[in-house]
């Protein structure tokens, strides 16, 4: 089946430094790929849409300076999160969808970024 | 912004019991798929069940639609300590993203 990874699985920061969080689709090609935020003891809330190629769609609230989201390939998103600030801790998931296989529609999700900024 | 609202948010029951959870949502979808969060972990792809579908197996899961309800309920059946989780629906409508609801935390007793 296909799968997607993330990395790095937790990171620990100091508030005011800038953290990436890359997300890869390892066996099949996604144009989009969407990330979420999850806090404790609450669902997933979708952040953005990364489209490979062009600028990343994003959820209202969502502060796309802060969040930056780069699709420069096929198979990798990333999202910096910039001067991070106590607030932004949270599990970040991102998912994919397999644009070029048999069900488009469906999203693969990786297993997640634990993000704790001190 | 959140689609779904599980019904009950909670629920603790004894090992061999059946558990039952609601979701309910808002606008018209193409599919609503169900999924199982351990805590602080990944999700965990339950089933997928197409708008035109009423009735989905797959083991001990019994996915139900109602699109005039907009509702949709899942049944886990003889339920095992192991079944301890987070479980939500998330609904899209085909090349959307999918949006989740709120999710009910299932306690099993062994």
Redesign the interface.
């Known amino acids: 089946g296909a799968v997607v990874s993330q990395h790095p699985s937790w990171v620990i920061c100091k508030s005011g430094t800038s953290v990436k969080i890359e997300c890869r689709s390892l066996d099949f090609q996604a144009t989009t790929m ?1 990330w ?1 935020r999850q806090f404790p ?6 952040m953005a ?1 990364s489209n490979e190629g062009s600028k990343a769609t994003y ?2 609230g969502v502060e796309k300076d802060k969040f930056l989201i780069n699709h420069a390939s096929l198979t990798l998103s990333t999202l910096t999160v910039t001067s991070a600030h106590p607030e932004d801790s949270s ?1 970040y ?1 991102c ?1 994919a ?1 397999d644009t070029r296989g048999t069900r ?4 693969y ?4 970024t ?1 993000l704790t900024v001190l | ?2 689609q779904g609202e599980e019904d009950p948010q909670a629920l603790s029951i004894q090992e061999g019991e059946n558990a039952t959870m609601n979701c309910s949502y808002k606008t018209s979808i ?2 609503l798929q169900w999924y199982r969060q351990n805590s ?4 965990v ?1 339950l089933i ?1 069940i197409r708008s035109n579908e009423r009735e989905k197996h797959s083991g001990r899961l019994r996915v139900t639609l109602d699109t005039s309800k907009k509702s949709s309920s899942l049944l886990i059946t003889a339920s095992r300590a192991a079944d301890t989780a987070s479980y ?1 629906c998330a609904t ?1 409508l ?2 959307t ?7 009910t ?1 299932l306690s099993v007793i062994a």
């Open positions: 969407f979420y003891k609450q669902s997933l809330m979708l849409t959820e209202q599990f998931i998912s969808r488009t529609d469906t999203q999700f990786g297993p997640g634990r | 912004s959140q193409n599919n602080g972990r990944g999700l792809h997928l939500f899209d085909g090349y993203p999918l949006v989740f609801g709120k999710g935390r």
